[in-house]
């Protein structure tokens, strides 16, 4: 059974790749983190196309390889981890940012499964009050790739954050309907250069940008910026981005603000260690949030000053204890 | 009217950006087929320069003291690489009398194949990102000057004059030189050209060599200024250089005029959506608005198309293998 | 046999299968490029190879799933060949199929609980040829009124056809819960079949398939044995001798590009209402079935049967790769760069006969020699 | 007499032909040699290797008694031989000056090109040999006329001393052969040496000093032409007699099969390649059109057999207006037409002869039934037509229309259209670049034609095919008929001169 130490696992990445600077990147972080600590194997596969039979076949070509682990992020293997569950029962599934569903749309998470969901608005929202307090005044963007309830929730979270700093910590930053956007695909680098250039020029100061492919252009064009002496600072997302924001390594200045994590590595570290502990927790839904550090933004920051950190921990503190609550939803906010 | 005008001075900038690559690969078509040789493979040569960029940028930025410095060997391996690619392509339209389109698929295939192949073998993922690329800076004096400066020199980057100097150089080349008359030449009559004691092979290996440096260019130009990061692909703007090349007419002022019509019309479906003139387009009707913004270039390729197609002006010889033999 | 002059004045020894030699030469020497690349990372090749091949054709699944990629490979690559046959160069399959793709999920989900299955499908696979035969008639009548190039054409309405796949399925058949893609379609109209899955557990076979040999069949007899296939081929062959011989140019320059149209069209309803039952939009490039489609009918030589075979061949590496990447970790892009240089050495196929020629005088002349000693002793 | 050129036994073989088998051939300075041999007798091939564009297998050349190795034209170049091909190598949107210069591009500064000066040198020598050549024009504004003394310019320009005129009067008016011989006359004069190949006798009467004759490869012999009768030449050219003259029987025309009315059609450039332009063709007749290549024949057989439309006037077959008539209707009501290009118009070369043969029938019984070929009957017609017109092939109908010779490729045409059972033939060019007994015997059969009854249109850019075969000549110049003879009543000037735009009647 799974509970040996002696197992092997698999990773199926969804459109992105293992360096997306997004969840395909987080979750493998996790994977190669557990598997070189236990000294297992590991593989992953990135499908030939992007339809549940091509999700489906890697799943079960790593099935077949002896991956009996597998790990796949993103709401895209709801239906095809649906199927795997039933079809390979002796094999266990991390599904990350959704639950396994039906064809009728009914989430069903078998005994050999565990989803996982992120309170991807805390995440928002923290990112939003450490931005906002570190820039004190400005306006702010938004750059998110397609609209999936994953990267929504970051966007509506980073609003109610810059909000709840203007109405409390005395920051005046302005977003503007206009700059917040979702660009429509996660692979448009030319796009979210061109897009990201424009919002800076028409006075943004600092984007949020959860959009994979799209906030690579986005980077690259803050970083040249930058380079330049101009000002223009990008919020990563999902994992600390702030290494791909570096624009001059010898004093390692980076254009990277701070990002908003989700904690994909540890949760498909935690998943792994736990398997390997008999602690499987299958069929349960799990969710990481700020009570359980499982969104927030990175431990250190080098762009952002002590009273910045400080201003952000004492929030965080307010959300885990309840004080403060972040909506996931819509509500009257842009986009 | 204050809208427009600021409107484009806002996106002209990117525009010229966005279309430089555009503008060095379909001038590399341009030579190509110029001498003969029609090269649908403009793509691969794309994704390939940007492919060898990133990695040579990646290799030496921790090395040179200068950052500026690996960027810039990273241009010039990529030009020298995509030359050196090229020789596939010569090889089978010239020497082996290949079909020209078919050969030109198969390096598009290799190229997306093989880059990425050798690009997941390093990183692991199949994408290399480069710490920085080019710095983009105004230009002293000349930014300056009212609308002018603001549409032309500000924001602009070092390799956008270079591929400008490249185009007026080579449009020299093509038109004044002994080369130029000799290459097309070969594109027009490879018999009267062997004729007249011209080594019609040895012209379009050099042709061909020529469309895959500068179209190799193209694809780290892109890498260096807007991209930053090598995934396997161009966005398929090799072919939409191809297409840039029919349009302008197979001449060098013909395709600066089509390409920046390309990259004008694709800046503006890009930053459309942050622009409210746009989004509220899109509202309205979701399905046509950007559909009609992004397939723009396109469908007025086929418009133009229409209109020259009855009297095309295509060297005349393009796509025909030489064969000496023949008469 | 006797040897045979061909038009460029070389003598053939082999008449009929010399195309099909070339096409194993080809295959062959791509196999050995991959063997390089393969060593180049440092990996054995006879593994990679073991484990590509057993990636498919293991067991039933993997078979099944080999005949499922290689479904709307074969259509493709049949409308790219039909095309070539008639003297035209579709490199728009990708457009066409997308075109076919978004009609079939658009008929499927807007009927799915109106019609019964048999006339479902019968509405959605019909709809799909309508579709890819009306898209690729664009670049037929440009071709024929205007005299646009249908290379450039069909280049420029492949992407086209993408950014109105992902508009149309945005905007009229998305998934509520997700941007990414259309709904997705219900059993009933679905190309899938409860037995044939059965037959093959675990794949996504589909009736595509079957469809896509009988369009197989259809297209080798409208070639070889009918008055339009002659019409056509004529064209094709030789456009001012057709003019000359009253035979309508124009109009065979339309059905043909409009045939392989609805042939590629038909490869999106297997595609996206058979392998898949929805349609995605979020990637940035157009569907690989297109470029494939041309390796597939210069693999084949450009007949049906070598169609069906170099699309099984391909659709084979196609589903084998995910397998010999999850066993050995070669990265998968392997068998696209073997497809890749496949299809150069096929271009570059008077390269080996050339090689070919050569062996074949030595050995003559190694022959002549050693009669020549004989005679002497 | 010095030899300027002579090449030694030399052999040339490709693939299944030996185009030059052993031959010898000496230019003298200031002489002009002719070339005579039949298509294919390795004329061509010849003065290729003496110009460095092909490399013989065996044999020597020597170059003012140097031996010299002539790998390129380049070579050849620097040798001082120039030649002037068959087809023309010009590059049609080059001007006349960059033609000329191509590959000897004078220079500033090392690279730009320097036209004003090679402009100014060759009008100079336009000059100096009155070829009256304006080296700013544009190749494809010029005629072909002009065209050649564009490849003249060029081996002068390069200092050319033996120049090689490959069939340079075949696309030429006889105004223009005229001026040529003038030319050519000039050039000798300045000390300049010729090798002259041409199939017309007469020409070589006119011009040469010695002819050498090829036949198959091989050389026939060498003879000096001041004392050699035209009839001779013939002979050794083809190894026996040849007549000149057709067997036929004075025509009985019959009914009117063909009526044209004042018909206007434009060319493809776009003007009008036949203006106002009435004719009638009667069954048992052979109407002959004559003029000057581009004089608006294409546009008259292309307007007759429907693959051009008219803007006005009418075309009547037997009577019933054809002129909205498409292609195949008109092949169905019974016009059949060989035509000018055999490759581009005549036959699917990549088609087997079998199926070349229903061309235009495949779409009808026997040949095939709802939609379906039937290749029993196919091949049964082709068989057919094979065994009537003498057409071999390598694998009878199977093979490739493309693996014929040209003579057979045209025996084949002619047969096919002759099966059609045609009430008009239009037969345009129909014995182009065939040797001797081919030419016989389609004449044969198109007299047979007209003797069955049958109504023949024949153009021909051959004046002496039109005299030969038509009982009635037509001559057509700038798109307008201007003549309408009796073939037994003119002669060769009168046509000739009919050509150049001149009515019978008017002076020059
Ligand atoms: N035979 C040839 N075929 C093709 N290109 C050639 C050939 N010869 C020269 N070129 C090209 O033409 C350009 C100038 O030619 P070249 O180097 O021969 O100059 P040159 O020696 O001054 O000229 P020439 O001696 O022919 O008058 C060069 O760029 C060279 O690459
Ligand atoms: N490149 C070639 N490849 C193969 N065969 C050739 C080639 N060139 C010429 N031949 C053949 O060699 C023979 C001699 O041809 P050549 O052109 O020298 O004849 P020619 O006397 O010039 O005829 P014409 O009067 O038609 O010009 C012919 O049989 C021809 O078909
Ligand atoms: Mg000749
Ligand atoms: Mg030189």
Known sequence: SGTSANFKVGMVTDSGTIDDKSFNQGTWEGVVQAATELKIDKNYLKPAGTTEADYLASIGNLYDAGFKFIVCPGYKFSSAIYKAQTQYKDAKFVLIDAQPTDADGNAVVATNTVAIFFAEHQSGFLAGVASAVELKTGEFGFIGGMEIPAVQRYNWGFQQGVAYANANLGTTITIKAENVIYQGTFSDVAGGQQLAATMFDKGVTAIFCAAGGVGVGAINEAKTRATQGKTAWIIGVDVDQFADGIYDTTNNKSIVLTSALKGIKTAAYDMIIDQKDGKFPGGQTLTFDASNDGVGIPATNPNLSAATTTAVAGVLAKLKAGTITVASTQGDLIK | ?327 | MTPKVDPAGRTRRWTIPKKYVNSLFAVLLGLIAGAFFMLAIGRNPFVGYFYLFKGGVMNLKYIGQTLATSTPLILTGLSVAFAFRTGLFNIGAAGQMLMGGLTAIGLALTFEHMLPRGILLAVIVLGSIVAGGLWALIAGVLKARFNVNEVVATIMLNWIAFWTVKYGVYAFFRDPQQETQSKAIDAVASLKAPWLTSLFPGSYINLGLFLSLIALVIIALVLDKTTLGYELKAVGFNRSAAEYAGIKVNRGVILSMTIAGMLAGLAGATYWTGYSSNMQIDTSSLPSQGLDGIAVALLGTNSPVGVLFAAVFFGMLQSGKGFMTAVTGIPPEIADTIIATVIYFAAAAVLIERVLDAWRKRRASKALAATKKGGEE | ?508
């Open chain 4, 1 to 508: 007499m010095e030899n300027i050129v002579e090449m030694r036994n030399i052999r040339k073989e490709f693939p299944g032909i030996v185009a030059n088998d052993n031959v010898s051939i000496e230019l003298r300075k200031g002489e002009v040699h002719a070339l005579l041999g039949e298509n294919g007798a390795g004329k061509s091939t010849l003065m290729s290797i003496l110009f460095g564009l092909y490399q013989p297998e065996q044999g020597e050349i020597f170059i003012r008694g140097k031996k010299v190795r002539i790998t390129d034209p380049n070579v050849a170049n620097e040798l001082g031989i120039g030649m002037v091909h068959q087809h023309f190598k010009l590059v049609h949107n080059f001007t006349v000056t960059q033609n000329i210069i191509l590959g000897r591009e004078s220079k500033r500064f090392g690279f730009v090109v320097d036209e004003k000066s090679a402009s100014r040198r060759i009008r100079a020598l336009s000059e100096r040999y009155a070829l009256n050549v304006n080296p700013d024009a544009k190749i494809e504004d010029i005629s072909v006329g002009m065209q050649q003394r564009v490849e003249i310019l060029k081996m002068l320009y390069r200092d050319a001393e033996a120049l090689i005129f490959d069939e340079p009067t075949s696309v030429l008016t006889p105004q223009e052969i005229h001026e040529l011989m003038k030319i050519m006359r000039n050039l000798i004069d300045e000390g300049k040496s010729i090798i002259l190949i041409t199939h017309k006798l007469r020409e070589i009467k006119e011009i040469a000093d010695r002819c050498t004759v090829l036949r198959r490869g091989r050389v026939i012999g060498t003879v000096d032409v001041a004392s050699t009768t035209e009839a001779r030449m013939a002979e050794m050219m083809v190894g026996r007699e040849v007549s000149f003259k057709v067997d036929k029987k004075p025509a009985v025309p019959g009914d009117v099969v063909l009526k044209i009315e004042g018909l206007n059609v434009l060319s493809a450039r776009k003007v009008l390649g036949l203006t106002d332009f009435s004719l009638e063709v009667r069954a048992g007749e052979i109407v002959g059109v004559a003029g000057v290549d581009g004089n608006g024949q294409s546009e008259l057989v292309e307007a007759v057999t429907g693959m051009r439309s008219v803007e006005s006037g009418t075309i009547r077959l037997r009577g019933r207006d054809i002129t909205k008539q498409g292609v195949r209707e008109r092949i169905r009501e019974g016009i059949a037409h060989i035509p000018e290009d055999r490759h581009k118009h005549g036959l699917v070369l990549d088609y087997t002869v079998q199926e070349n043969m229903i061309l235009e029938t495949y779409d009808q019984k026997p040949f095939s039934n709802h939609g379906l070929l039937d290749f029993p009957e196919i091949r049964k017609y082709a068989e057919c037509i094979v065994e009537a017109f003498d057409v071999r092939a390598g694998e009878g109908v199977d093979s490739l229309a493309r693996s014929l010779s040209g003579g057979n490729q045209q025996k084949a045409i002619v047969g096919r259209e002759i099966e059609l059972d045609p009430d008009l033939l239009v037969a345009v060019q129909p014995t182009r670049g065939l040797d001797v007994g081919a030419i016989e015997y389609i004449h044969k059969r198109l007299v047979e034609q007209r003797d069955s009854g049958k109504a023949v249109l024949l153009v021909s850019l051959e004046l002496d095919e039109i005299l030969n075969l038509s009982d009635r000549i037509v001559v057509v110049s700038h798109g307008a008929l201007i003549g309408d003879v009796q073939a037994d009543e003119t002669d060769e000037n009168e046509v000739g001169l009919m050509m150049t735009g001149i009515r019978k009647g008017e002076s020059a």
């Open chain 2, 1 to 327: 009217m204050q809208g427009v005008w600021d409107l484009i001075r806002l996106i002209f900038p990117y525009a010229i950006v966005f279309t430089i690559p555009l503008l060095i690969t379909s001038l590399g078509g341009l030579f190509s087929e110029r001498s003969g040789v029609v090269n649908i493979g403009l793509d691969g040569f794309m994704v390939f320069g940007s492919f060898v960029s990133a990695y040579t940028i990646k290799l030496l930025m921790p090395v040179l003291p200068n950052g500026d410095l690996a960027v810039w060997i990273g241009l010039l391996a990529a030009t020298v690489a995509g030359a050196v690619f090229s020789l596939l392509h010569s090889f089978a339209c010239v020497t082996l009398n290949a079909n020209q389109v078919i050969s030109g698929t198969a390096i598009n295939m290799i190229a997306y194949a093989v880059t990425v192949y050798i690009a997941r073998t390093i990183t692991g993922s199949g994408n290399i990102t480069i710490v920085h690329g080019i710095a983009r800076t105004d230009i002293p004096v000349l930014s300056q000057i009212p609308v002018l400066g603001d549409l032309f020199f500000k924001s602009t980057y070092a390799t956008t004059w270079v591929v400008l100097l490249i185009l007026v150089v080579f449009a020299f080349i093509l038109y004044r030189t002994a080369f130029g008359l000799r290459l097309r030449a070969c594109g027009e009559h490879p018999h009267a050209a062997d004729a007249a004691g011209i080594n019609v092979y040895r012209t379009r290996y050099i042709a061909v060599a020529i469309s895959g440096a500068f179209s190799a260019l193209g694809g780290a130009a892109i890498l260096v200024t807007y991209s930053g990061e090598f995934n396997g692909n161009v966005a398929g703007l090799g072919f939409l250089a191809l297409a840039a090349l029919i349009f302008g007419k197979w001449k060098p002022l013909g395709i600066l005029g089509a390409t920046f019509f390309f990259g004008f019309a694709a800046t503006i479906a890009n930053v459309s959506q942050v622009i409210p003139f746009f989004t509220n387009l899109v509202d309205k009707s979701p399905f046509w608005a950007p559909l009609t913004l992004k397939a723009f270039p396109y469908v007025v390729t086929l418009i133009a198309l229409v209109f020259f197609s009855k009297t095309t002006q295509a060297p005349r010889a393009s796509g025909l293998p030489y064969d000496k033999g023949q008469r």
